[in-house]
Structure formats: C-alpha cells, structure tokens
C-alpha cells in the first residue's frame, strides 16, 4: 500500500510539473506572438527601429510629421535596419585588429564586443541574435557628434587677410571645429601654364604655406575643393581655355571628352596637392554639372558606348578620382547631387566606390522627405565614405549681406535629427558646415564671413550639444562676450548686438545696414510718399510742401547713417580684406543707397523751395505733341 503511494503520489507531482511547464510555454508562445507577427528575430526587438506604432496603425517617429503611415515604407525600413545591421554583424566578426593603411581616415564604425552568437547552441541563436543586436546598437561607435566638423571658409570671394585668419582658427578650434574645407578656387596661386586662373590679388605661395600652418597650431584639418568638372568658370571664363567648355557660350561645365581637359585638371591637381603636403582628403567638387552631355563629341561617345549622363559623368569622375588616389595616396570625395538622381546599378557598374568618398548636401528645408533612407542605403553600397554638408551661412539669397541665424540653426537641427535617425546604420564619417561667399564665380559677394560668426557658433553649438534652448544660446553669447541676448531672427532684429569675436566690429556694421535699409523701405513706402511724393510729383516739381515734410522727416539722419556706415565699413573691413573686396562689398550694398538717397534728400529740398505751381496737365510740351 505505501509503495501504491508512493508511486501514486510522485506520479501526481510529475503531472503537475508538466502542466506547469506546459502553461509557461504556451504564456512565452502568446507573449512572442503578439509581439511581433513574423519569426524574424531581427524584426521583433523593439529597439530596432526608431519608429513605433499608434493603435491606429499610423507610425510615430523621430519627426512624426514627415513619417510615412504606409506600411510599405513601415516595411521597406525595417527591411534596411535589418540589411545594415547584418552587415554591421558581419564587420564585427571579422578581425577588428585590421588597421586602416591611410593616416586619419581610420573607419568610423567601429564594434565593441565579442560575437555573442559564436558562444551560444545553435537552439539559442535566436536569442543570441538578439543580445548581440543589443550590444551593437549600443557599442557601435558611429560617433553621435560626427568626429570630423569642418569648417568651409569660401575664398573665390572675399579671401581674409592672413591677420584675421591667425586669429579665426584658434577661436574655431575652441567652438568645436575639428578642420577646415578651403575653396580656394582663384585665390590659389597656379604658376607655370595655369598662372593666369589666378586672381590678380590671389594668395602668394609663402601665404598656403602660413595658412597651413596657423591650421596645424590649431589643429586644424585641412581639406582643400577644387572643382574638376563643373563650376570651372574661373579657368573655362579665359579665352586660352574656352575651347575646353562642353557649351561654347557656357563656361561652367568642362568637356569631358576634349583630349586637353584630363591634362588640365591633373596640372591643377598636381600644384594644389605640392602647396598641400599630407593630405588625407581632396574633395573634387562635381557638383551642379547641368550641362554635361551636350557637345556633339560627349554625346557620340554616350552613343558609343550606350551611355547616358550618369555613365558619363561618373567616368569622369573616377577618372579624376583614381588619379589622385593611385598617384598621391589621398582620398577624393565629391559632391553628392550628380549621384543622388542615377540609379543605384549604374553606380554600381562605374566601380567608384573604390576612389570617391561622398558628401551629401542640403541647405534648405525638408531634409527627412528629400533624403530618405534609400538613398542612404544606394550610397553604403555605393560609396566608401560617406560626408554630410549643412550651411552656416550664404545659402539664401545670392545677395544677401547679413544672416539670418534661426534658418541656419533650423538647417542643422534637421541634419541631425537625421544623423540621430541613421546613426547605428550609416557611418557618418563627419559633417562640413559650408559657408559660401558667392553663389557661383560670376556671382556678387554674399554675406561676409565675420559677420556669420554667431550663425557658426550657434551652429557648431547645435551639432556638439543637440541643444538650442535658452540656456544653451545664453552660452553661445557669453562664449561671443555678446552684451545681450542673442538675436536669431532677422525679423526682430531692432537694435545692435554688439560683442566681441574676431571680426565683431563687422558684425556690428551688418546689423546696422539691415536696420536701416529696413528703415528706409518703410519710409519709402510711408502714404505720404507714394500719394505725394511719388517719382512723378519729383519729376514734374509738383508736391504737397506739408507731405514731403511729413514723408521725409527722418530723411537727413537716414542719409547721415549711411554716410557714416560707409565710413565705418571701410575702416573695419579695410582690417580683414584688401582694399578691392571692400570697394566690392561697399558698391554693392551701400553706394547705391547713398546715392539715391542723396539725389532724394537734394530733391526734397527743390520741392520744400517752392512756393507756387502751375496749372494742369504737367505733360511737358513734347510729351503733347507725342
């Protein structure tokens, strides 16, 4: 009886336990289940994708305006997280004492940690897949404040004294600049053949070697553009290199396919690199080729060879870019526009992954919806390297003197919340914030480099910090030992910041001339001047003595202030620039308004002397007869 028991009794506590086991599994089933409908253990942790779903099916991500609710983007980005973080698997497999054969172009993604699935059963690789997937998106070192922040400094205009540059870099290097992006285009002194694509007040070979090293005390990086296709108006504008232009009348674009280009462009590479010892980087423009593909010569060799634009202008360019490569060891990036409209097996096919880094940019709005996540996948499959470019400055109007801070801060705050969204899939190998001078060669100057200080600031500020809160903009503007708070906004700019940075005494005129051509727009347009004192009533002597008073009161201090701007400019850029850029900056912004002002105010007082008028009609006796 007591064995019955026994057995009887350890038989019941078996069917308990595995009872119980059976409940537990069924729980983990269900809990699996609802988790995710698919098996795919990629697709099922929650920390993969930084977008979530709404009871609704919609999806709420990082900008929860600009994510798609259709479930084949929600399908088409789990796919690339999924597809990057394999191969980010697959790189950390492989042996991490690899080191990288070029100086300071050492990879950015790195992988810390062991491959967990490696050191589980195969029964447990699901759950293997998982933790190593945690520790990746945690470890994978894709630097969230992008180790390379360079600094464009645009010298095709306006190229700073050598003084003002031993006193930038340092103070670029304490906001957080890492190098510099120099465009020199024809601020470089070419010798030889190519001396006369020279400005006559270019640098002086003894000045690129100064500036390279103020940039090395700084430890600044130096990344010298030139432009090897398009944007070549500074040599194609020269009589001597007109024949190379792919349209006659055109002298922005290259011909490719002319037997003297390749040996041109080599000939600007070869002084460029000589003025620049050790290099790591040459970035080689190519941006904003529109005409490329146009001469009878380039479109029967397309013909030829079943191309279209994008095959041509790829081979170019790798052209260019495997012959700075294979004979100087420097890597060459370009520009990404060209490349962001051809397809992805064209690229392919071009094989110039193997040369060409890329750096892709945008300088205005809508960011999240222009560059979505396909063409990040197109360029890591595409590319070796790949840059991104923000602009702090001259990216609005072509003529535009003064910066408007807030749209420049919006500019970054998009890029990275773009970087923030990638970060774990796309190695970011840094970010240029540009800063163009003139929009193209043959443009006019645009927004002065001294006077874009603060927009810079505020900027690096944002790239480092994430940050542009009160408390954050306060720092910035004790960091420009500004005296009040710092003005974003130009449309609330009423009185001058004044502060104190190199080339802050610009800073102080540009905000002047934006107030009082604010002032004088306003006053111009005042009723008593458009009913009264129109262009007409002046040119026929015939104005309401009361209304030009009334209109014009504030006339003479206006043009006092102007008089005096163009004093003060010309002292205070006389300390930065040489004396042509100052002419060229004060015709351009100043003169004109001094002079329509003076003809004004001379005006005003031949209408105050009046003191009768005639009859109507006013026509003059020519006009009658007309």
Known sequence: MSCFKMFFYGKRR???????????????????????????PMKRSPKLSPYRSKSDGSIIGPDSELASADPKYVNRHSGFQAKMMSRISQSASKSRAATNKYVGREPIGIILGNNFASSWDRKHQDRARLQQKEVIQNNVILDHQLSHKLVHLDLKGAPPKLSYLQVLFPYLKDMGATGLLLEYEDSFPYWGPLESISAKNSYSKEDIAQILNLAKQSNLEVIPIIQTIGHMESVLKLKEYSDLREVPT???????????????????IDQMIELHPGLNWLHIGSDEVYNIGECMRCQAFMAANQWGKSEMFLHHVKKIAKYVKDVYDVQP?????????????????S???????????????????????????????????????????????????????????????????????????????????TGWQRFDHFSVLCELLPQAIPSLAVS?????????????????????NCNSYLNLDLKYLDFVNKCEFPGSSFYEIAQRLHILKRDIDKMLQNSHVTGWVSEYNIKHNYASPQHVEQGFQDLSMMLYEVQKLKTDSEKVLGEIYDEHTVHEWLEQNLLKTLKDLTSLHKSCIRLLEMTHWPRRPLDSPHEKEL
């Not at 690096?460 to 420009?480: C, F, I, N, P």
């Open 460 to 480: 690096l500020m944002y790239v480092t910090e994430r940050k542009a809160d009160h408390d954050a903009l306060s720092k910035v503007g004790q960091a420009l």
């Open 14 to 40: 078996m069917f308990i336990l595995i009872s119980c086991a059976s409940i537990a599994v069924m729980i983990l089933l269900l809990m699996m289940t609802n988790t995710s409908g698919s098996s795919d």
């Open 351 to 433: 094989g110039i992954k193997e040369y060409v880094e890329i750096m892709v940019w945008k300088y205005s709005a809508g960011i999240m919806v222009e560059l979505r996540m396909d063409l990040w996948e197109k360029y890591m499959e595409t590319f070796s390297g790949i840059w991104i470019a923000s602009a702090f400055k001259g990216a609005s109007n072509p003529d535009s003197f003064i910066t408007n801070i807030s749209e420049r801060l919006n500019n970054h705050k998009e890029w990275m919340e773009l970087v923030d969204m990638y970060k774990s899939v796309v190695p970011f190998r840094g970010i240029a914030l």
């Open 250 to 268: 055109y002298p922005q674009v290259i011909c490719p396919t002319n037997n003297r280009t390749l040996s041109v462009i080599k000939s600007i």
């Open 333 to 349: 990036i370009i520009w990404d526009d060209e490349v962001r409209k051809a397809p992805i097996n064209t690229i392919r096919k």
